[in-house]
């Protein structure tokens, strides 16, 4: 299983960019967003679940970021608006075949599949 993620770049502070991922046709229950800082642990960021109607996020980015699927399910995306020097990361997509109960959605060890990355760099 692939999970294809592009779509990051250089913007500046209050800018906006939509990260992809995609899942090589396959639909799973529970996809999410990660991201790791330079020099930081990996953290999670969003969640959805098959539906795209139940959708989760970290505190940092709520009211910011909107995760979303395409209809056919296999394309997951990020939006990220109002951009801050702070989400400068490396963006993962990952994906879990089942339902993955709403505490455990920040786990990164409860997902199974995960895409390669894309920097995003955010300056102020």
């Known amino acids: 299983v692939q999970l294809q993620a592009v779509g990051g770049g250089l913007v500046q502070a209050g800018d906006s960019l939509r990260l992809s991922c995609a899942t090589s046709g396959r639909t799973f229950q529970t996809m999410g967003w990660f991201r790791q800082p330079p020099g930081k642990e990996r953290e999670w960021v969003a969640a959805i679940r098959s539906t795209g109607t139940n959708t989760y996020y970290a505190d940092a980015v709520k009211g910011r970021f909107t995760i979303s699927r395409d209809n056919a399910k296999t394309t997951v995306y990020l939006q990220m608006n109002s951009l801050k020097p702070e989400d400068t990361a490396v963006y993962y997509c990952?994906?879990?075949?089942?339902?993955?109960?709403?505490?455990?959605?920040?786990?990164?060890?409860?997902?199974?599949?995960w895409g390669q990355g894309t920097l995003v760099t955010v300056s102020s």
């Open positions: 990952a994906a879990k075949n089942n339902r993955i109960i709403q505490s455990a959605l920040d786990r990164a060890g409860m997902y199974d599949y």
